[in-house]
């Protein structure tokens, strides 16, 4: 049995221009650092954030076992895909580092999106801490977490500082 159906041709070509003009909006909202549009980019997160660190790491050798770390630094982003740092991290076995100064380097993508890369000790220039990222609230906030090391289980939230 064969059924007729009504040409409904305009009202479907008017239906899928809208539903592209709204993708092509959502898509660009969620890329904006701003809300107006403007894709991110390493000058995005320019400026001064306060980090917290929280998450477990093995310790060094010869006694290797896993330890909880938590952690705050305050890390300067230059705007050009560097940044330094100074942190104190503790360990429930290893202790604390108090005011370890660092530096490293950053990529971050349109959509918001991006990678740190971070060498913790100048010593072991092989050891190199990458972090993948997420800016939020227009440049105001920044999510991470490790990807390696493997046995680095890091995330971290940042906020921007506020000069007064």
């Given at each position: 049995m064969?059924?007729?159906?009504?040409?409904?041709?305009?009202?479907?070509?008017?239906?899928?221009?809208?539903?592209?003009?709204?993708?092509?909006?959502?898509?660009?909202?969620a890329?904006?650092d701003?809300?107006?549009?403007?894709?991110?980019?390493n000058?995005?997160?320019?400026?001064?954030?306060g980090?917290?660190?929280?998450?477990s790491?093995?310790?060094?050798?010869p006694?290797?076992?896993?330890?909880?770390v938590i952690g705050v630094?305050i890390?300067?982003?230059d705007g050009?895909?560097?940044?330094e740092?100074?942190?104190?991290?503790?360990?429930?076995?290893?202790?604390?580092?108090?005011?370890?100064?660092?530096?490293?380097?950053?990529?971050?993508?349109?959509?918001?999106?991006?990678?740190?890369?971070?060498?913790?000790?100048p010593?072991?220039p092989?050891?190199?801490?990458?972090?993948k990222i997420?800016?939020?609230?227009?440049?105001n906030?920044?999510?991470?977490?490790t990807?390696?090391p493997?046995?680095?289980m890091?995330?971290t939230?940042?906020?921007?500082v506020?000069?007064?």
């Amino acid at each position: 049995m064969k059924v007729k159906t009504k040409s409904t041709g305009t009202f479907f070509h008017s239906s899928w221009a809208a539903a592209i003009a709204f993708t092509a909006l959502c898509s660009t909202q969620a890329m904006s650092d701003d809300g107006r549009g403007k894709p991110c980019s390493n000058f995005t997160i320019r400026g001064d954030y306060g980090i917290q660190v929280q998450g477990s790491r093995n310790t060094p050798p010869p006694n290797v076992v896993t330890e909880n770390v938590i952690g705050v630094l305050i890390r300067k982003f230059d705007g050009y895909g560097n940044f330094e740092q100074v942190d104190n991290v503790k360990g429930s076995v290893s202790g604390i580092v108090p005011d370890r100064q660092g530096a490293g380097t950053y990529e971050v993508n349109a959509d918001c999106t991006g990678e740190t890369y971070f060498q913790p000790d100048p010593n072991n220039p092989n050891l190199v801490i990458k972090e993948k990222i997420v800016i939020v609230n227009n440049g105001n906030g920044i999510l991470a977490i490790t990807q390696s090391p493997p046995t680095l289980m890091v995330s971290t939230v940042a906020t921007r500082v506020q000069k007064r």
